[in-house]
């Protein structure tokens, strides 16, 4: 299992994408459940897991799940079987999570693989994001000052990469998988 987090805005997302370009590192993602509305275009078992409510409380109540949260309004949580599953097949999981979630997981699963993913710098952190020009500036305040609470948190996780450019991140966290995937083979 290979937990994936960093601040918002950092480029996980980006970063994740390439990854599975590299079949040899036999990546499998997470896929996660929610109780949010389906979007147009998403799939059930590929987007998420789309449940309701009571659902996902029973399932929360059953212990089925690596680690879940609330965030506006909705439930969003790891199902433990489906990751397991993908393990037991020989895959290595891929969760791209918040740093919450990470904490959750990292409790339960001692043995994981953590990559903790940082920008450069705060300034230009706040540079990617003002440059997606996807937030107002009261949000892209909100992920500033999380970013800096996060940040201090990368000393919870195996490796700390900076992400100088998605090509030289790439290449650094190729590079730990690969030498944690002989460790264990």
């Known amino acids: 299992m290979i937990i994936f987090s960093g601040p918002s ?35 059930n078992g590929v987007n998420y897991f789309f449940v309701d409510l009571p659902t996902f409380e029973a399932v929360i109540k059953n212990d089925e799940l690596l680690e879940y949260a609330d965030f506006v309004g909705n439930y969003y949580g790891t199902p433990k079987s489906y990751c397991f599953d993908k393990i037991n097949v020989g895959k290595n999981v891929l969760l791209e ?15 994981a693989v953590s990559i903790f993913l940082i920008p450069p710098s705060l300034e230009e952190l706040e540079n990617r994001i003002r440059g997606r020009k996807s937030e107002s500036e009261e949000i892209l305040q909100e992920r500033l000052e999380k970013a ?29 998988l690969r030498q944690e995937i002989a460790k264990r083979s």
């Open 97 to 111: 999570i918040e740093v919450q979630g990470a904490t959750q997981v990292l409790e339960k699963i001692t043995d």
């Open 9 to 43: 805005g950092v480029g996980k997302g980006t970063i994740c994408q390439e990854l599975f370009k590299y079949k040899e590192l036999n990546l499998a993602y997470s896929v996660s459940m929610t109780t949010r509305e389906k979007r147009q275009g998403e799939v």
């Open 148 to 176: 800096a609470d996060e940040l201090p948190l990368q000393n919870n996780y195996n490796y700390v990469v900076v992400n100088n450019t998605v090509e030289q991140a790439v290449t650094e966290i190729k590079a730990i």
